[in-house]
């Protein structure tokens, strides 16, 4: 049996510099989707899907992230003096979600690399989300590739199908099918951001991946790119030399938060599902034509 996700890795070392100047000062990974940071989004996914330790790889500039998963101490007595027990309760339910450790990644070389320097942390199957990809799905999208994962009994990736001409933001699967499995497919290579002349499918890595720890003797085989970065697909292509890796499509949609437009697209998105904001939003949108 191949055992139980119970932590998921959270890459956060980025420099976040198609934000700037927003992500100055700031981590990218704290830009605000309405009224909650994006990497927020992710770890409340890996909760709902029964994941209990978060570990977030960060580096300089990132305390933003570690005080908002921590008790605010002076909030909550305020909030609580004023008889805000709504808010009070918003905020404690990010410190109560979860378990949450930090790891620092040193030198920024790559995904890869972030995976790489949880090595001593993760001796279990575990998942990794970039939390630039924002997936509002139901089950959530870590909970559907985790029972996958329990089905195939090795590494799971998530995938979805990307217009010819965007391949080269992703990295790539070529795939064959998994009978009785529609959403799920065996892969038989992987290219980190091919040309779209040489990418063999449209079949994109999404920000999501169920890994086994002998990912970590792959990655240190892995060299460097011509960027110095040691990138995660890389790894698994080499992992791929000595087990099957699975691709699964998610039911669901997905926001790329990591470029501007894909942001903005994101906040609308996420707005108008609000109760409270829906209505007079739609309004403004409707408005300005
Ligand atoms: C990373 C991975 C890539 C994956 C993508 C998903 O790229 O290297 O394989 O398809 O995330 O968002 P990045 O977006 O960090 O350049």
Redesign the pocket.
Same mark, same amino acid.
């Given at each position: 049996m191949v055992g139980v996700v119970r932590t998921a890795v959270f890459?956060a070392a980025?420099l976040g510099t198609r934000f700037l100047p927003a992500t100055k000062a700031q981590p990218k990974e704290m830009l605000v989707l309405v009224d909650k940071p994006v990497i927020q989004y992710g770890v409340e996914e890996a909760v709902a899907s029964g994941v209990d330790n978060i570990l977030i790889v960060t580096g300089r500039g990132k305390n933003a992230i570690e005080d908002h998963f921590d008790v605010a101490f002076e909030l909550e007595s305020f909030l609580e003096q004023r008889g805000k027990t709504a808010q009070l309760e918003e905020i404690r339910k990010i410190t109560e979600l979860i378990h949450v450790a930090y790891v620092r990644q040193g030198e920024p070389r790559?995904?890869?690399h972030a995976v790489l320097v949880t090595k001593e942390y993760c001796h279990d199957p575990f998942a990794v989300i970039?939390g %630039?990809?924002v997936i509002d799905a139901e089950p959530p999208a870590l909970k559907q590739m985790i029972d996958v994962f329990q089905r195939v009994q090795g590494p799971v990736l998530a995938v979805e199908r990307v217009p010819a001409q965007d391949v080269s933001?992703?990295?790539?699967v070529a795939v064959e099918p998994v009978p009785e499995m529609p959403r799920v497919h065996r892969i038989v290579d992987?290219v980190?951001?091919p040309a779209q002349r040489d990418a063999p499918s449209n079949l994109?890595?999404?920000?999501r991946y169920i890994l086994t720890p002998d990912i970590f003797a792959a990655l240190e085989a892995t060299t460097s790119d011509r960027t110095g970065e040691i990138?995660?697909?890389n790894g698994l292509r080499r992992l791929l030399e000595t087990r099957p890796l699975y691709a699964c499509e998610i039911d669901g949609v997905r926001h %790329?938060t990591?470029n501007k437009l894909g942001f903005l697209k994101a906040v609308v998105y996420f707005a108008l599902k609000r109760p409270d904001l829906a209505k007079p939003f739609r309004e403004y949108l409707d408005q300005l034509g």
């Open positions: 890459p980025g790559g995904l890869g970039l %630039d990809d933001s992703y990295g790539v992987l980190e951001k994109a890595i999404i920000g990138q995660l697909t %790329d990591g």
